[in-house]
């Protein structure tokens, strides 16, 4: 009952229990966990069907079984995932690579086959069980950013603390919006010319009661890899919406606010109707909200994304690129389509002054923008010496640090109100 019947390891229950079991008989010794899996397992099943593939499988075990790492248990958790404890002093990362390298041969067909690999070295005494020093392995095998360079990782508290808050924006989103957790704050875009607020960009913070506060960098690309992005951004679009209504009301100043619209937005046609219908409908301004597009969303838009953003514009929404010349479509993004302002990507305008290429190539963008009738946004102003540069070169907008950095809603009233 303790034995995997493909591969002859270990199964998850016989793993769990002979580590356990060797851990307290021997807790002076440090041992570690190695989590495994194969890439591209699928295309054997595919390709050879699945006879072939428990026959890679029961491979894949009997060389794990007699490597370098000389294992004192081999297990086999569930489809190509591997695992296995061994003594610390015989993890040798840097013969990892060539454990994880196999070419699987089939009558006259090779196949490249790679595997990857998490490491958490197990403290002496620890209270956590086997199945939680696997998990940490296999969220140590979930930070390796570039296999082919470096096919393993070694787990740290940070990749925990990333898992958890990348957990958290999962499982957690739709309290967050319900619970005011999500608040929407905005940084003001200065006129390079007045020094006044012209622009605003919304952005989204999240401040859990339970969890603290939680990094942008961390539930934004997890909520845009799993789709859930779009219920982020309608509710950033629903509470700009609402803050423009209100102050428009009260008879107090408004500016443009720009709201992100993400690839994913662009696919769900729910939220591009709804938008839609909001801005005819509206009360308020022609291009009241504007929209920012990162080169990554407009690059695999649909076409019913580009018939959005098509209506959107004939209504008289402003729309931005977003990042511009941080991707490889940028010359083509502005050509195939009629946006308002190109907002040039912070990489370059945190290098004004270092070298004269970078210098040369913020010119020559400016220049091309407004060739193309297009107003420029510079990201990342952090410095009077940046915002200097970019104005001698005709620069319309300044966003960064040096001016504001984004606020709470109250406080950017509050500065709308005193430069009113």
Same mark, same amino acid.
């Given at each position: 009952? %303790?034995?995997?019947?493909?591969?002859?390891?270990?199964?998850?229950?016989?793993?769990? +229990?002979?580590?356990?079991?060797?851990?307290?008989?021997? #807790?002076?010794?440090?041992?570690?966990?190695?989590?495994?899996?194969?890439?591209?397992?699928?295309?054997?099943?595919?390709?050879?069907?699945?006879?072939?593939?428990?026959?890679?499988?029961?491979?894949?075990?009997?060389? &794990?079984?007699?490597?370098? &790492?000389? #294992?004192?248990?081999?297990?086999?958790?569930?489809?190509?995932?591997?695992?296995?404890?061994?003594?610390?002093?015989?993890?040798?990362?840097?013969?990892?690579?060539?454990?994880? +390298?196999?070419?699987?041969?089939?009558?006259?067909?090779?196949?490249?086959?790679?595997?990857?690999?998490?490491?958490?070295?197990? #403290?002496?005494?620890?209270?956590?069980?086997?199945?939680?020093?696997?998990?940490?392995?296999?969220?140590?095998?979930?930070?390796? @950013?570039?296999?082919?360079?470096? #096919?393993?990782?070694?787990?740290?508290?940070?990749?925990?603390?990333?898992?958890?808050?990348?957990?958290?924006?999962?499982?957690?989103?739709?309290?967050? /919006?319900?619970?005011?957790?999500?608040?929407?704050?905005?940084?003001?875009?200065?006129?390079?010319?007045?020094?006044?607020?012209?622009?605003?960009?919304?952005?989204?913070?999240?401040?859990?009661?339970?969890?603290?506060?939680?990094?942008?960098?961390?539930? /934004?690309?997890? &909520?845009?890899?799993?789709?859930?992005?779009?219920?982020?951004?309608? +509710?950033?679009?629903?509470?700009?919406?609402?803050?423009?209504?209100?102050?428009?009301?009260?008879?107090?100043?408004?500016?443009?606010?720009?709201?992100?619209?993400?690839?994913?937005?662009?696919?769900?046609?729910?939220?591009?109707?709804?938008?839609?219908?909001?801005?005819?409908?509206?009360?308020?301004?022609?291009?009241?909200?504007?929209?920012?597009?990162?080169?990554?969303?407009?690059?695999?838009?649909?076409?019913?994304?580009? @018939?959005?953003?098509?209506?959107? +514009?004939?209504?008289?929404?402003?729309?931005?690129?977003?990042?511009?010349?941080?991707?490889?479509?940028?010359?083509?993004?502005?050509?195939?389509?009629?946006?308002?302002?190109?907002?040039?990507?912070?990489?370059?305008?945190?290098?004004?002054?270092?070298?004269?290429?970078?210098?040369?190539?913020?010119?020559?963008?400016? %220049?091309?923008?407004?060739?193309?009738?297009?107003?420029?946004?510079?990201?990342?102003?952090?410095?009077?010496?940046?915002?200097?540069? &970019?104005?001698?070169?005709?620069?319309?907008?300044?966003?960064?640090?040096?001016?504001?950095?984004?606020?709470?809603?109250?406080?950017?009233?509050?500065?709308?109100?005193?430069?009113?």
């Amino acid at each position: 009952m %303790e034995t995997d019947s493909v591969t002859g390891a270990l199964n998850r229950t016989g793993f769990f +229990h002979k580590v356990r079991e060797i851990l307290e008989s021997e #807790p002076e010794q440090d041992f570690a966990i190695a989590y495994f899996n194969i890439q591209r397992f699928k295309t054997v099943n595919d390709l050879f069907g699945y006879e072939s593939g428990d026959e890679l499988l029961k491979r894949a075990a009997q060389i &794990l079984a007699g490597c370098f &790492l000389n #294992p004192l248990a081999v297990g086999r958790l569930e489809a190509d995932r591997f695992v296995a404890l061994t003594k610390k002093e015989d993890m040798d990362l840097e013969r990892l690579p060539e454990l994880l +390298h196999r070419t699987y041969t089939k009558g006259e067909l090779n196949l490249d086959l790679y595997g990857k690999c998490g490491v958490y070295f197990i #403290p002496r005494h620890t209270k956590l069980s086997v199945s939680e020093m696997c998990d940490r392995a296999k969220i140590a095998k979930s930070n390796i @950013s570039n296999q082919f360079v470096q #096919p393993y990782a070694v787990f740290n508290e940070q990749m925990r603390v990333d898992y958890e808050q990348r957990s958290i924006a999962l499982f957690h989103l739709d309290d967050g /919006i319900k619970n005011g957790e999500i608040q929407v704050y905005y940084q003001p875009i200065y006129d390079a010319w007045t020094g006044g607020i012209a622009l605003a960009e919304a952005l989204a913070r999240w401040f859990s009661g339970e969890f603290g506060s939680i990094s942008p960098a961390k539930f /934004i690309p997890t &909520l845009e890899e799993s789709g859930y992005i779009t219920k982020l951004d309608y +509710h950033v679009y629903q509470t700009v919406y609402n803050l423009i209504e209100k102050r428009r009301k009260e008879g107090k100043r408004v500016v443009d606010i720009g709201v992100n619209l993400s690839r994913m937005d662009l696919m769900d046609k729910h939220i591009m109707d709804t938008i839609l219908e909001d801005v005819k409908n509206s009360d308020l301004p022609s291009g009241s909200i504007s929209y920012e597009l990162t080169e990554s969303a407009y690059a695999g838009m649909s076409e019913d994304g580009n @018939s959005f953003l098509t209506k959107m +514009h004939e209504e008289g929404t402003k729309l931005l690129v977003d990042d511009f010349g941080s991707g490889v479509s940028s010359f083509s993004t502005i050509r195939d389509f009629d946006f308002d302002i190109l907002k040039l990507d912070m990489g370059f305008v945190q290098k004004i002054g270092l070298n004269r290429k970078n210098n040369n190539i913020i010119i020559s963008l400016i %220049e091309l923008a407004h060739r193309l009738d297009l107003k420029v946004i510079a990201e990342g102003v952090e410095t009077k010496e940046q915002a200097d540069f &970019l104005r001698n070169y005709g620069c319309d907008y300044f966003q960064g640090y040096y001016f504001a950095k984004p606020m709470p809603q109250e406080e950017f009233e509050a500065l709308l109100d005193k430069q009113s």
